[in-house]
Nanobody, 124 residues
Framework: QVQLVESGGGSVQAGGSLRLSCTAS????????MSWYRQAPGQERDFVSA???????????SVMGRVTISQDNSQDNAKNTVYLQMNSLKPEDTAMYYC??????????????WGQGTQVTVSS
């Protein structure tokens, strides 16, 4: 079972930067992707960014050009740490940020694991 631990949230002023980290352990698959989602109070959980095991990345339009996702699994094949570098933060970026691990099994079913979330608050 994959477990996720997130860190790096906090409070910053508009224009500031934060780097979120998410470490996944217990990985026993080769082809998976990890992503970040965010959820503001009273809102749905929205996609922010993703990276797959080949390093291909994708971003939501709302964060394009301000956010960079990267990963490091060089230390241990059973672990992967994904980073979300967020620059030029805006008050509308305020939300709980969640990390997700996703893998499609040989039976074509989806395996998803979520982290506990880390709060990002941007003040104007």
């Amino acid at each position: 079972q994959v477990q996720l631990v997130e860190s790096g949230g906090g409070s910053v002023q508009a224009g500031g930067s934060l780097r979120l980290s998410c470490t996944a352990s217990g990985i026993r698959f080769n082809n998976y992707d990890m992503s970040w989602y965010r959820q503001a109070p009273g809102q749905e959980r929205d996609f922010v960014s993703a990276i797959d095991s080949d390093g291909r990345t994708s971003y939501a339009d709302s964060v394009m050009g301000r956010v960079t996702i990267s990963q490091d699994n060089s230390q241990d094949n059973a672990k992967n740490t994904v980073y979300l570098q967020m620059n030029s933060l805006k008050p509308e970026d305020t939300a709980m940020y969640y990390c997700k691990f996703h893998f499609t099994t040989v039976y074509r079913t989806d395996y998803n694991a979520w982290g506990q979330g880390t709060q990002v608050t941007v003040s104007s």
